[in-house]
């Protein structure tokens, strides 16, 4: 299987690659570690004519404490997530959740920002950055801007980000503590979550949904709950509130909603505990 | 057309390569390296397994283009210049840990990888560590004995996890 022929240029800044998107408009596709990416690609469901790769640009792995908060760049892979020490200490939600992507080969070349501008409803970390409340910054031709998660994701495969906008730098604040659960339902050890629940529990609860809509999902009718002080059984009865989940081969709509409650209920039972 | 320079098993290739050609093709068909399995092809199976600069990858979802300046190592790189094997590949001898074989180079490359990462393994650790790696014969019995041997002989502590 072979993607449909492209032009290709490599970026070795994040100007670089900001100039080449300016250039090739809605034709460019920037690629990073392209584990979504170059898939997709393979089946000709995505053809971009041009494709950027970002994925070498120097100085965009980092993951450092900044205040109450933990920046991350753009380019740090899941398996830098997973074994990073210092966000296992502040934000351990996030590694816990990115040790669960794919498989080590896939966690070797899949990035935080790539999966994240890539904004699939199916992939774990973009519905934990959802609930942890992460901050999202983007750089364009004017300069740099934040986007809040819950901002981020707009429709299916489809973000905040402007055409000529690269994500460069993802920031976390730190959990002080929180309970935290990640629930993966899946059938095979490397597959794609059916539904998936991103559960941070303190002072503002964060529960975010995978694969239950268009987008990566807040639970905002549980989070409204939590708040309240409800139980983790009644909470999770608004589990599937607001949400489309789609039907395919591995489950109907009615029994992901079905899942989202057991998984909620689930995570919202290990966070606290 | 891109110009690649890219280090295979120790040696220095350039190529001008097609955008589009996937890095197992360039292994494959323009190195002649025919090792690398595909199997899949869907980055599910692991069979294209092989070393980017010392980390496991599935090459059939890796651009040639992004392997630029990189270290590739594929399984006629791993064993001695006279003949002899890796280490893996003994175990894997050893342990009978391939029935017809045409996941054995992406499995010993992905346990290769693991054992540089992991400096303790024990049963669910390499059973974790190659899941991204499918066996059709599903011959992972000895697979795993195989690369707990290999952590065993390095010096680490292995525990079967029951």
């Known amino acids: ?273 | 057309v891109v110009l690649i320079s890219v280090g295979v098993n120790g040696t220095r290739r350039q190529h001008e390569v097609e955008p589009r050609l996937l890095l197992v093709q360039y292994l494959r068909e323009t190195l002649g390296l025919t090792g690398t399995n595909i199997g899949c092809d869907t980055s599910s199976c692991g069979a294209c397994t092989v070393l980017l600069n010392g980390q496991s990858v599935k090459s059939c979802t890796l651009l040639a283009a992004q392997a630029d300046e990189a270290e590739i190592v594929t399984i006629e790189g791993l064993g001695g210049p006279d003949g002899s094997l890796h280490p893996v590949q003994e175990a894997f001898r050893e342990h009978h840990a391939l029935q017809c074989g045409y996941c054995t180079p992406g499995m010993v490359m992905a346990a290769v990888s693991l054992l540089a990462e992991e400096g303790h393994l024990d049963e669910r650790g390499v059973r974790e560590g190659l899941e991204g790696n499918l066996c059709r014969c599903t011959g992972y019995h000895n697979i795993v004995k195989a690369v707990l041997a290999c952590a065993a002989d390095r010096g680490t502590p292995t525990e079967s996890s029951s």
């Open chain 1, 1 to 273: 299987v072979i993607p449909a022929a492209f032009e290709y240029a490599r970026a070795d800044s994040v100007e670089e690659a900001i100039a080449l998107l300016v250039e090739h408009g809605d034709e460019a596709k920037l690629v990073a570690g392209g584990h979504s990416l170059v898939p997709l690609m393979k089946l000709r469901l995505a053809t971009p004519s041009v494709l950027i790769d970002v994925g070498r640009i120097p100085g965009l792995s980092y993951i450092e404490e900044r205040g109450d908060e933990v920046a991350i760049g753009a380019l740090a892979r899941h398996h830098d997530l997973e074994t990073s020490a210092l966000l296992k200490e502040q934000v351990p939600l996030l590694p816990h959740t990115a040790h669960q992507v794919g498989d080590p080969q896939v966690r070797h070349r899949g990035t935080l920002g790539g999966t994240l501008a890539h904004g699939d409803p199916a992939s774990d970390l973009p519905a934990t950055v959802l609930a942890l409340g992460g901050t999202l910054v983007a750089q364009g031709p004017n300069g740099r801007r934040e986007i809040a998660a819950h901002d981020f994701f707009v429709g299916f495969l489809e973000t905040a980000l402007a055409a000529d906008e690269v994500l460069v730098e993802i920031r976390l604040p730190k959990m002080a503590g929180a309970g935290w659960s990640f629930q993966k339902f899946n059938r095979r050890a490397q597959d794609w979550a059916i539904v998936g629940v991103a559960a941070v529990i303190n002072g503002t609860p964060g529960i975010a949904l995978v694969n239950m809509g268009a987008i990566p999902l807040r639970a905002t009718a549980v989070e409204e709950a939590v708040r309240r002080g409800a139980s983790a059984t009644d909470a999770a009865t608004a589990a599937d509130q607001g949400t489309d989940p789609p039907s395919d081969i591995n489950a109907s709509s009615e029994y992901r909603r079905h899942l989202a409650t057991v998984l909620v209920r689930r995570a919202l039972e290990e966070a606290s505990s």
